[in-house]
């Protein structure tokens, strides 16, 4: 018997994204934005379909999320935040309560918020997934928002 399998398409014609970008360690968030900006054109989003909102830090983006979310204007969002170890105990709070509170405002939503916040022990290391290195994770964002705004359209039709 053939079973259905289903994925979202990777075409952004007709989207509505949001992105919301922590300037805290902007020399790395900027870079996360210029690739999540060049992920969303070149997948076909409109830049008047794009929205982009900036907040002090990685802190403040679940709350910029689920606010954005709640307009109900959006088909998905991207949260952007570079949280960098460093030898403060900060790094636990500030990255685990990212990732709690875009898990949280995520469900609460029902639209996607993809995960890109690089957390990291060194400004060398988020500078590589920021496009220096290992390709850029706000491109790779882009291309998740897209799927799966898609595969819920398709789910939900
Ligand atoms: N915010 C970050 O986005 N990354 C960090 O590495 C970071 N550190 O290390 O402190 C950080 N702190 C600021 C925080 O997100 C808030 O903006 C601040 O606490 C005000 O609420």
Redesign the pocket.
Known sequence: MPHPEIEGALTGQGLRIGIVM????SLV?ESLLAGALSGLRRHGVADEAITVVK???????PLTLATMAATKKYDGLIAL??????D?P??DY??GE?AKGIGNAMMKAEIPIVFG?LTTNTLEQAMDRAGAKSGNKGYDAAATVIEMANLLRELRA
Not at 22 to 25: D, G, V, Y
Not at 81 to 86: E, S, T, W
């Open positions: 922590a300037r805290f360690n968030t907040v002090p830090g990685s802190w403040e983006l935040g570079a949280v960098i170890r460093g403060t900060h790094f500030v990255a990212a916040v």
